[in-house]
């Protein structure tokens, strides 16, 4: 059997429709196979700028609720909250002791956030990000990792730490792998498709909420940006409306070659019709199912409750084993 881990950055805001092609609903897939899951809000992670404390917890309960009405079970999955398992931070520290600081200032991410005039004053914690998403992984000793495009370059660093761990200190981890579809894996920007859909773009038109009400979902697609011409056509020269396509094709199951063959001479109107009706068949029972969630608190925290319960019981053994191998006092050899 092997081990599947992947994670979600809690936001006042929720997912985004990008979120839910590019990772939710390979999760959801996942969970068919014998693969055993853990998926985990990553609260900690969601620190590395500045934040409030309440829409912190509330981004989680909400990214948790959406989480399961998406389809994530939590009789199936192993559905946690990051902070709720100290293993990830006692972990991050050592892994951290391992990066270099070459490695990670080489991060796309890290230097995308940290550009312009604010450089000096952002936070210490974006820059050793990616130790912190390795340990979260190499705590469950996980073998796959589905994420969307946007994490290849964090799933190298990852490998590359566990492959020095197990050099330096012997065998503990295996490497892990990441799953990347060949298609929704980068969702762009609705009103720019050179731009990743992203939660911090800060322009409301860019990003499908999953928790949009239905009608502005609607008025989102209209307003889509398309390509010069009138053609509906995939590939580079065609950037937004392969966006466009690539969302349908993702929420409806069909092919790109197929959305085109069907779609081709009809101009943009009707694939923006498509589009909204489709978009809008995932987002409505998933909407009505997240209401109910969201109204029980108390069921919520049971379920997130129990899930650390379980991500404990991997995580103890593993840090356990950790301790002893980098000769910490606490190590099970005592
Ligand atoms: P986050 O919270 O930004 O995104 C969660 C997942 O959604 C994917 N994603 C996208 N996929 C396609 N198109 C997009 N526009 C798009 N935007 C986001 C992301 O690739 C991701 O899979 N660092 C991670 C969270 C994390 C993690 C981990 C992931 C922390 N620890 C351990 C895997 C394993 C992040 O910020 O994802």
Known sequence: MTRVFSGVQPTGEGPHIG?????????????????????????????????EPESLAEGVR?????????????????????????????????????????????????????????????????????SLMAADVLTYRADRVPVGDDQRQHLELMRDLAIRFNRKFGETFPVPEAVIGRQGARIMSLDDPTEKMSKSSGRPASAIGMLDDLPS?????????????????????HPAVSNLLDILAAVTGESTPELVARLEGQGYARLKADLAD????????????????????????????????KARAVAGPTMALVRERVGLRSGVLR
Not at 22 to 44: H, I, K, P, S
Not at 77 to 96: G, K
Not at 221 to 231: E, K, L, Q, W
Not at 285 to 309: N, S
């Open 19 to 51: 979120n839910y092609i590019g990772a939710f609903r390979r999760w959801v897939e996942l969970q068919d196979t014998q693969d055993e899951c853990f998926y985990c809000v990553v609260d900690l992670h969601a620190m590395t700028v500045p934040w």
């Open 278 to 309: 489709a978009v809008v068949a995932v987002l409505e029972p998933f909407q009505t199912r997240y209401a109910e969630l969201i109204g029980d608190p108390a069921m919520l925290d049971k379920v997130l409750d129990e899930g650390a319960d």
């Open 62 to 130: 909400r990214t948790a609720a959406t989480l399961i009405a998406t389809g994530i079970d939590p009789e199936r999955s192993v559905l946690f909250v990051q902070s709720d398992v100290p293993e990830h931070t006692e972990l991050a520290w050592i892994l951290i002791c391992l990066s270099r600081m070459g490695e990670l200032g080489r991060m796309t991410q890290f230097k995308d956030k940290s550009r312009g005039g604010e450089a000096e004053s952002i936070g210490a914690g974006l820059f050793v990000y990616p």
């Open 217 to 237: 979902v609607r008025k989102k697609i209209a307003r889509a940006v398309t390509d010069s011409g009138s053609t509906v056509a995939y590939g580079p020269e």
